[in-house]
């Protein structure tokens, strides 16, 4: 029962996180307004998420884990399943995408728990690109797979935040393009 209204209350913060991200952006977001949302004291809050950061961090990783085209992680997703992926994920949920761009440059470089969780994020999906890349390409070498993947995810997340500073990029095609050098 306790568990129960634990999840139930993480569920409520994370959905009012959300919420209040779209509707003021990052910097209009607080605790106190969280709180207030979400309908929780603050200690619960801190009972569940230590910041902010954290919070917003956590609610952007479920989006992105809404979108995973290989949830379980059997290891049967392909390049082009991850790259449609990111495209949903940046797409889909802009306002969610923009502040996940926003927290890891910003938070990245001022706050080392921060930097820490997104180059954990970002290690793991490189690891991932990596493998589908050897799956349709077996005699690719490590190293070679791995710079190919470099290129690809700096080149998506750069279409990303294109796209999101211009509307009018095309981002989609862009993205997809890229496969073709992969």
Known sequence: MRNRAGIETQERILAATKRLLAERGLDGVTIKGICDAAEVHAGSFYNLFESKEQVVLTAVREAIKAVDPDPAGTGNDHLTDLVDAYIRFVMGDQNLARV??????????????????????????????????HRERPGIGDDQAAELIDALLAALNGYAFQWLLDPSFDFENHARRLLTYA
């Open 100 to 133: 996940y761009l926003m927290v890891a440059v910003s938070g990245g470089l001022t706050d080392p728990a921060i930097r820490a969780r997104v180059l954990g994020h970002h290690e793991d999906r490189h690891a991932r690109f990596v493998a589908a890349l």
